[in-house]
Every structure is written in C-alpha cells, then in structure tokens.
C-alpha cells in the first residue's frame, strides 16, 4: 500500500526557534492535509492543501502543496510552549474519498521553555 | 457547532468478547471514517460511510465492521476481540469533499 515517510520522527527545540517537518510519498495525492494531536486527544486539522504548488499559512502555520504532488512541508514559526505535540501528515490519493487518508508516522515535538 | 463525539471514551474488553463504538458526526456532515491509531503502526484506515452506504475498506479482517444510520451516526463493531486490537479508535466527519474532522476517540483495552 501507500507509505507516507514523515521526518524528523521528533524534535527538541527552545521556546522561538523556527520548526521544519516534512513528507514524502511513493504516489501523487490529490490533497495534503496537517493534523496536530495532544495526548488522549483526535488529531486536530491545522492546515489544508489542495493544489500543487500551493503555500498556505495559518498563523505561524506554513505549508507547502509540493510541484510533484508527492510531498508537503510544514513550517512553525516562533515557536511556543502550547506548539508541544504530535504533528502528522496525511494525504489523499486522487480518485478516493477525501476521507480515506493515508498518514504519516508523525512528527513529536517538544518546545523547551 | 458541536464537534464529532465518540463514545464510550474509555473501554476495557476481554479477549473474545466483541465491542461497538460509536460516533455522532459533526451536524450536516454526511460522510463518517474510522481509523485505527496503535503505537507500532500508526494511523489506519479502517473504512468510510456516506449516507449509510460503505464507501472504502482498509485492509483489516472481517471482525471489524460499521454501519452507518440515517442520521448519519455510525457504529464500528469488533467481534472476537484480540490483545492486537488495543488501541484508539478515531472516527472523522466530513461534508461533502472537505477536510476530515476528528473526535477524540475511543480508547479500547483488550485484555
């Protein structure tokens, strides 16, 4: 099946220094999705892709749609005690249902006050 | 407008005995998926309703199973439970081909 490689599989940072987490994939998806997940808790949705190419920002959220549709960055600027979690990636590959995701391992970090 | 919500949020199991969980979507979200979430294999995909009809399928045996109701709450069933299958069971909820939205899952311990 599909495999998303998500990397670095965790981060130890100082409060304010610039956060970059990355996935790479096997196949073209269609769209590249960024979840946050707190311990006990769902994954939160943070930012969406739809377009190759395209670079959104969600407060000091960045990320990036690749050319070749077969990866996406995430970039956290000034990063805050509260930014302290997990990061994963997913994707959905053109033709399927939005909801059939395939994700990455994810990404823990952790912010040093 | 209120969230997915999953129920029961905790559940401890004996092998052998079987579960349903459930999931009420977030209001006019037709669309509910279900994935698995395990420290060794991650998030995975279990399988998709839109207006009761299964859509997709992960690669998990015939002991999981869903349904999806009119309303558009759904059910997952695990028969036969197995130690393995000791983890957090997410479901998300979406509206037509827009992002997913997660609960805050259900954890299940087989024991």
């Known amino acids: 099946g599909q495999q998303l490689n998500q990397s670095p599989q965790s981060m130890f940072i100082q409060e304010g220094e610039d956060v970059s987490m990355n996935c790479t994939s096997s196949?073209?998806?269609?769209?590249w999705l960024w979840y946050k997940q707190d311990p006990g808790e769902g994954p939160v949705l943070l930012i969406a892709?739809?377009?190759?190419?395209e670079l959104t920002s969600n407060g000091r959220l960045t990320a990036q749609f690749g050319i070749t549709r077969k990866d996406s960055f995430l970039n956290i600027s000034a990063s805050i005690p509260s930014d302290v979690g997990i990061y994963f990636c997913?994707?959905?590959?053109?033709?399927?249902?939005?909801?059939?995701?395939?994700f990455g391992k994810g990404t823990l970090l952790t912010v040093n006050p | 407008k209120a969230g997915v919500t999953q129920t029961p949020r905790y559940l401890i199991k004996t092998r052998g005995q079987q579960v349903t969980l459930s999931c009420s979507p977030i209001?006019?979200?037709?669309?509910v998926s279900w994935y698995q979430q395990t420290p060794g294999q991650g998030l995975q995909f279990l399988f998709e309703?839109?207006?009761?009809?299964?859509?997709n399928k992960g690669n998990f045996p015939g002991r999981f199973s869903g349904r999806q109701f009119s309303n558009s709450r759904s059910e997952m069933n695990v028969s036969t439970l197995e130690l393995g299958d000791s983890a957090l069971y997410l479901c998300?909820?979406?509206?037509?081909?827009?992002?997913?939205?997660f609960g805050q899952g259900t954890r299940l311990t087989v024991v």
């Open positions: 998300a909820s979406g509206f037509m081909n827009t992002e997913a939205f």
């Open positions: 196949s073209i998806f269609n769209t």
């Open positions: 892709l739809y377009k190759a190419g």
């Open positions: 997913a994707g959905q590959d053109s033709g399927g249902s939005n909801y059939k995701l395939t």
């Open positions: 209001s006019g979200h037709r669309s």
């Open positions: 309703y839109f207006s009761e009809t299964q859509r």
